[in-house]
């Protein structure tokens, strides 16, 4: 069903309180270690407009929405963790996503892998997958995802 992928607008009760609790100190914490780190680029205005859309849209509804439905319905057992039923499909897609995010293609296709840029998408899926499991939908992943690489990207214009 268009629940089991999260392709639902309810949100199941404490959502608000229980994601808030676990999303603001993650966004500030990343925020605190992007301003730290940073290359100091200014990004451009297409930019700003496709990190406040699309990444959400595109990387929630296949890595916690279709992924994550599959996943989860090949390995049936779960655990509760802070109010949210997680099981093997949390820990797939948790490093299918930090592994997407390791390898760049360049403009002569040569193609790079680094851990480095693994270290933010792991721990950022693995906050997105938990208030999917918690929420029950992908709309507050999709919200998290975007606020989290817009608030990146403000981060550096601040360092």
Request: net charge positive.
């Amino acid at each position: 069903s268009r629940q089991d992928f999260g392709l639902t607008l309810t949100q199941r009760p404490g959502t608000l309180r229980a994601v808030l609790s676990v999303i603001v100190p993650y966004l500030l914490i990343m925020m605190a270690i992007v301003w730290m780190t940073s290359s100091h680029d200014v990004p451009d205005g297409e930019s700003w407009a496709f990190q406040f859309t699309m990444p959400g849209f595109a990387e929630e509804l296949y890595f916690r929405g279709v992924l994550l439905a599959l996943c989860d319905r090949m390995y049936a057992g779960r655990k509760t963790i802070l109010g949210a039923p997680l099981g093997f499909g949390a820990i797939a897609t948790t490093i299918a996503f930090a592994f997407a995010h390791s390898f760049s293609v360049h403009k002569n296709l040569a193609v790079d892998f680094s851990v480095m840029p693994m270290i933010f998408p792991f721990v950022g899926s693995f906050v997105a997958v938990w208030i999917r499991a918690r929420s029950g939908s992908l709309v507050v992943p999709v919200l998290a995802h975007n606020a989290s690489n817009v608030l990146a990207m403000v981060a550096t214009l601040f360092a």
